[in-house]
Nanobody, 123 residues
Framework: QVQLVESGGGLVQPGGSLRLSCTAS????????MGWYRQAPGKQRELVAH???????NYIDSVKGRFTISRDNAKNTVYLQMDNLEAEDTAVYYC?????????????????WGQGTQVTVSS
């Protein structure tokens, strides 16, 4: 019953910026971690950044100083501000959320994924 919807991907030149958004909806009690992963062609999916419900963040080394993750708990939304983009950032970016729900089966905690949004950095 939880869906993650992503937006903000696109084509940008090196040095440019993009802002990704991901909103979770459904029978949500709370969301602990929200994060962004990416997968380039021929590569495994890797964590880019994640953020806890209290605002603690972590980033992969290659994006530190260039990307900023943030969240709006009231909107169940996570953002990824990407500045000074490089060709190596080209990938499909996936939103991920560790979600606690309540429904017919009681309280549950599960990991959910968005469908991905393409980010292409090219001149």
């Amino acid at each position: 019953q939880v869906q993650l919807v992503e937006s903000g991907g696109g084509l940008v030149q090196p040095g440019g910026s993009l802002r990704l958004s991901c909103t979770a909806s459904g029978s949500i009690v709370s969301i602990y971690l929200m994060g962004w992963y990416r997968q380039a062609p021929g590569k495994q999916r890797e964590l880019v950044a994640h953020i806890t419900n209290s605002g603690s963040t972590n980033y992969i080394d290659s994006v530190k100083g260039r990307f900023t993750i943030s969240r709006d708990n009231a909107k169940n939304t996570v953002y990824l501000q990407m500045d000074n983009l490089e060709a190596e950032d080209t990938a499909v970016y996936y939103c991920n959320a560790d979600v606690r729900t309540y429904g017919g089966l009681g309280y549950r905690r599960n990991d959910y994924w968005g469908q991905g949004t393409q980010v292409t950095v090219s001149s």
